[in-house]
């Protein structure tokens, strides 16, 4: 069982960054592929990024191409979401997931295995 903490969310100004990170516990890092979700209030959940077991491949929503970058240390078990210039409708409670990589990144909250708890951002105007 897979044990995931997200951490670094808060109150930001609009044009602001964030760095949120993700750590794993409790299976084995390395073996599987990582992705962030975000929900707004009222919302469905939604992809954000995704990266696999190594860090070779990276996706990105449109939402967020161009100012996220998703990396993973895996001597440290943690993932990490780096969103620059942030808006408004960044404003979300922020997931991590997990799901075993067999080499094809997923992007549906249906085909993840393990979900942390949320960090919540909010980005004021």
């Known amino acids: 069982q897979v044990q995931l903490i997200e951490s670094g969310g808060g109150l930001v100004q609009a044009g602001g960054s964030l760095r949120l990170s993700c750590a794993a516990s409790?299976?084995?890092?390395?073996?599987?592929?990582m992705d962030w979700f975000h929900q707004a209030p009222a919302k469905e959940r939604e992809f954000v990024a995704a990266?696999?077991?190594?860090?070779?491949?990276?996706y990105y929503s449109n939402s967020v191409k161009g100012r996220g970058t998703i990396s993973r240390d895996n001597a440290k078990n943690t993932v990490y979401l780096q969103i620059n210039t942030l808006l408004p409708e960044d404003t979300a409670v922020y997931y991590c997931?997990?799901?075993?990589?067999?080499?094809?990144?997923?992007?549906?909250?249906?085909?993840?295995?393990?979900w942390g708890k949320g960090t919540l951002v909010t980005v004021s105007s």
């Open positions: 997931a997990a799901y075993t990589d067999w080499g094809t990144l997923k992007f549906s909250h249906r085909d993840m295995d393990y």
């Open positions: 409790g299976g084995t890092f390395s073996s599987y592929a």
């Open positions: 990266i696999s077991r190594s860090g070779g491949r990276t």
